[in-house]
């Protein structure tokens, strides 16, 4: 699927080779081997490879029983199906899970959804916005089986039969797999670059071979707004560090330094998180759950280090601003919801700008 007009890239003298396969790397030659045996010599070559889903082995479950959603086809093949379905199961209660349980409740289909944790999007946000959603999705009629994983899928008549591992059994029409990506990095691995849980990238996106970069949900990447190597699965970071690697080719040298930043349409929630917030010990909450517009300010100690917001852009706006400017919001300042945020962050990057010219004695 092109995302530009066709005329767009020859213009920009970029040549487009859809449906191609790079079959491996020569990087002595500096050359990409394609599958039909085409070399395409490079000067820098930049892996932005993907993710793939995540693939489940459930016994009874066929492949042409699966559904799931990653790409054109996948969307193409569930909308062909939403007119004929009553009831789907959904294995996962991460964003994509989530977001396809709101879609199909809003077109009246039961939903189950099978999470083998104890909450829905518990890898990705606190226990307090996390508990909104799983209120929030009940109240539409969503069913969540937590602390569950698919045992096995069987058939009765022309639906199927899934079996989980509490014993409960869920008629359905149709199961979708929502559990996770894996990323694409065996075409690194085989030219014998550093890959763990992704191509394993420094400070300025370049691979072991410093002729090659990675860029996006493939890539393992330092942040300075999180601990170690990480590897985000967002487009945003897919852009930043698009537009970076672009910057650092013509004469760049500064670090990779983007703040993490995420969101999820959920009917009629939009949630927005602004930081990376796997290690926070403490959060602060701004506003009211239940007026279904608030804020969860994250700390590692008394440092902020992530806000996720639902339906209250004007946080998020103002959280960005903040964590990439390497500020911190007291915890009282944040609890109150009459306090500006806006303001604050304004200030703040004004007294830092300040310290910094005045002359050394």
């Known amino acids: ?37 085409t070399r395409l010599a490079y000067d820098h070559l930049v892996l932005a490879m993907g993710s793939r889903n995540r693939g489940a082995v459930i016994p009874g479950l066929g492949t042409g029983a699966l559904l799931e959603l990653r790409t ?16 789907v199961t959904i294995v996962g209660g991460g964003f994509i899970g989530l977001e396809l349980a709101s879609l199909f409740r809003s077109r009246g289909i039961e939903i189950d959804v099978i999470e083998a944790s104890e909450r829905p999007m518990g890898r990705a946000l606190s226990p307090m916005t996390s508990e909104y959603f799983r209120r929030f999705h009940t109240e539409a009629g969503v069913r969540f089986r937590l602390r569950n994983v698919v045992q096995s899928v069987g058939y009765d008549v022309a639906r199927q039969v899934v079996t989980l591992s509490d014993g409960t059994t869920i008629n359905t029409d149709a199961i979708i797999m929502a559990t996770g990506v894996l990323p694409n990095d065996a075409l690194a691995a085989t030219a014998g670059l550093k890959v763990s849980n992704g191509v394993v990238v420094d400070a300025q996106l370049r691979t ?3 002729t090659i970069s990675a860029i996006g949900d493939c890539a393992a990447h330092p942040n300075p707004f999180c601990n170690g190597l990480v590897r985000l699965e967002s487009v945003q970071n897919a852009i930043d560090q698009a537009r970076y690697v672009a910057a650092r080719l013509i004469g760049s040298a500064a670090p990779y330094r983007s703040l993490p930043w995420f969101w999820s349409n959920q009917g009629s929630a939009r949630l927005q998180i602004a930081g990376f917030a796997a290690d926070a010990d403490n959060a602060v909450l701004r506003g009211k759950p239940e007026s279904g517009a608030f804020s969860v300010f994250l700390y590692r100690g008394e440092r902020l280090i992530a806000v996720e917001s639902v339906n209250k852009p004007s946080d998020h706006v103002a959280a960005r601003r903040i964590l990439s400017g390497g500020l911190s919001v007291p915890k009282s300042m944040a609890a109150e919801t009459s306090a500006d945020l806006k303001q604050f962050a304004g200030a703040a ?12 004695a």
């Open 1 to 37: 699927m092109l995302l530009r007009a066709q005329g767009f890239y020859a213009a920009n003298s970029i040549e487009l080779r859809l449906g191609a396969f790079a079959e491996c790397i020569d990087r002595n030659a500096r050359v990409v081997v394609l599958a039909d045996g």
């Open 349 to 360: 990057v004004l007294r830092e700008v300040s310290t910094v010219a005045q002359p050394r």
């Open 208 to 210: 072991s071979d410093p």
């Open 72 to 87: 054109l086809a996948h969307a193409r093949k569930l909308a062909a199906r939403v007119g004929e379905l009553r009831h």
